[in-house]
């Protein structure tokens, strides 16, 4: 296919956020069982309904440019998908579970962000100034779903950094035995 201009490399990765969006559909409501944290629960589901808002707003920018959203499969959000489903498998401590699902949600909060970030710059730079705009709503908000996600982290991860059975604690002070011996286990698999 020949992409001749701007517009037209607009309209390609568009689509590519479109097809990234609508995985996103399907894996946010699977991290959601998956998680244990409430919070984290709750942010994969706030999440979730912020991005029915963000495909709703990419059917506006296709209906100002005239283009359609079909064609094409964000492949790199299927392997962050597909990452996701493989860590989900893994028969892991819930704390670590959580942390594991965030590094997971993080890689794709971090992809969207550069996706909008190049898009609202064509947009812009293409005097789209409606499409500029909501592309930028968008960015905006997967920056904080990110953010979000590093705030529970601070929590998360050092909850999955600690003993898991805490009357074992007390009665073994020698902290990390537990976790130093799954270790163990992992290297000589
Ligand atoms: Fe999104
Ligand atoms: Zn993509
Ligand atoms: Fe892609
Ligand atoms: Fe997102």
Request: proline share 3%.
């Amino acid at each position: 296919m020949k992409v001749d201009n701007l517009r037209e490399l607009l309209v390609e990765e568009l689509k590519d956020l479109y097809s990234a969006e609508n995985q996103l559909l399907k894996a946010l409501p699977k991290m959601a069982k998956a998680a244990t944290s409430p919070e984290l629960k709750r942010a994969f589901e706030s999440h979730l309904k912020e991005t029915k808002g963000q495909v709703e707003r990419l059917d506006q920018v296709f209906t100002v440019l005239d283009a359609s959203p079909k064609g094409k499969k964000c492949k790199a959000m299927e392997g962050l998908v597909e990452e996701g489903s493989e860590w989900m498998k893994e028969d892991a401590d819930p704390d670590v579970m959580d942390a594991g699902l965030i590094a997971c949600a993080q890689r794709v909060e971090h992809y969207e962000i550069a996706g909008y970030g190049c898009v609202r710059t064509y947009a812009e730079l293409l005097g789209e100034t409606k499409v500029a705009a909501l592309l930028q709503k968008t960015r905006e908000e997967e920056g904080a779903a990110d953010e979000k996600l590093t705030k529970l982290a601070q929590t998360i991860n050092v909850e999955a950094n600690e003993e898991e059975d805490e009357d074992e604690e007390e009665a073994r002070p020698a902290r990390g035995r537990k976790k130093a011996s799954k270790k163990r286990q992992l290297v000589s698999r």
